[in-house]
């Protein structure tokens, strides 16, 4: 199993570009998440989905959208990139087991540079 | 709503020192609690969860409703153990996880 994979590893953008970054899972978890990792300020949770189809805003969800097609994959959309956007990025994946929270299972991280 | 603080960014302690990272959270379900590390060029990974009640590498946590925290413990810190550590609590229903703002543990020779 690959896990949890996430392309590009690095990108700069210029203010105003928009992209996606991919993220995709192939443990068959239901659960998947977008975070923001910043000095001094952790994970902060972008977006969430519970299911293909289903999606919800986290703390951060300003700037960003997501959709789930597939149980598979998740990607994170920048509609018009801002400096304040410049971060790594990191997707995780889930699974409740015996109805308790399941461990997160964390991409690489694509660290996203906005000039 | 879910919030994690964990009070300390960084920590600097001699190999050998007992370690602690603070962890407090607020949450008005029943939380679960999780510790994950993040070493240096690898990925965040899990170190325990508050209701398996392990010792992994040495470390341990123990949840304290009364006082809503979940601190972090060593008795005998060693070099290997420098890295990242966050606090992270997870909603009843398991799918929304909030992380804190993480404590840099530095252990010195």
């Known amino acids: 199993n690959a896990g949890v994979t996430q392309t590009p590893k690095f990108q700069v953008l210029k203010t105003g570009q928009s992209m996606t970054l991919q993220c995709a899972q192939d443990m068959n978890h239901e659960y998947m998440s977008w975070y923001r990792q910043d000095p001094g300020m952790g994970l902060r949770l972008i977006h969430y989905s519970v299911g293909a189809g289903i999606t919800d805003q986290g703390e951060v969800p300003n700037g960003y959208n997501v959709s789930r097609s597939t149980t598979e994959d998740f990607p994170l959309r920048l509609l018009s990139a801002a400096p304040s956007q410049t971060s790594v990025y990191f997707c995780a994946s889930s699974r409740p087991t015996s109805g308790r929270a399941g461990e997160q299972y964390f991409g690489p991280g694509t660290r996203l540079t906005v000039t | 709503a879910q919030r994690v603080t964990q009070p300390e960014k960084l920590l600097s302690v001699f190999k050998g020192a007992p370690v602690e990272l603070k962890c407090n959270y607020s949450y008005s379900g029943s939380p679960e609690l999780f510790w994950y590390v993040q070493y240096s060029r690898q990925r965040l990974q899990l170190l325990l969860r508050?209701?398996s009640r392990e010792s992994i590498k040495g470390f341990t946590a123990d949840l304290n409703k009364g006082e809503t925290s979940f601190h972090l413990k060593k008795p005998f810190a060693q070099e290997e153990d420098s890295a990242m550590y966050y606090c992270?609590?997870?909603?009843?229903?398991?799918?929304?996880?909030?992380f804190g703002a993480g404590t840099r543990l530095f252990v010195k020779a």
């Open positions: 508050h209701i």
């Open positions: 992270a609590l997870t909603n009843t229903g398991g799918f929304k996880t909030i």
